[in-house]
């Protein structure tokens, strides 16, 4: 059965730091891009940062220097380390694998997992 099953999210003072876990199985997670996005209310979904099979990462503006996306390709995980947390990192953030294979998308979704940065 394939799964992406994401760790708890909570609630986190602003300035604070939380760590996202996402594990892989039924697919093989290493020959997916790992990307994680997040929805905010009333907002469209946005891709927060993204890891290559090699490791290469990226990050939307708002978030580079503060958060950092990871990967264990032997224990078929992504992670997403978020520090400084300001209010507006409050979302849903969705935990998701992409690969486009001969032409053919392959994409799986977590069921997200709720952030709330507040005071």
């Known amino acids: 059965q394939i799964q992406l099953v994401e760790s708890e999210g909570g609630l986190v003072q602003p300035g604070g730091s939380l760590r996202l876990s996402c594990a892989a199985s039924?697919?093989?997670?290493?020959?997916?891009?790992g990307n994680w996005y997040r929805q905010a209310p009333g907002k469209e979904r946005e891709l927060v940062a993204t890891?290559?099979?090699?490791?290469?990462?990226d990050y939307i503006d708002s978030v580079k220097g503060r958060f950092t996306i990871s990967r264990d390709n032997v224990k078929n995980t992504v992670d997403l380390q978020m520090s400084s947390l300001k209010p507006q990192d409050t979302a849903v953030y969705y935990c998701?694998?992409?690969?486009?294979?001969?032409?053919?998308?392959?994409?799986?979704w977590g069921q997200g997992t709720e952030v709330t940065v507040s005071s």
């Open positions: 890891i290559s099979m090699s490791g290469s990462t």
């Open positions: 039924g697919f093989p997670f290493s020959d997916y891009t």
């Open positions: 998701n694998a992409h690969r486009l294979f001969f032409g053919r998308t392959f994409e799986y």
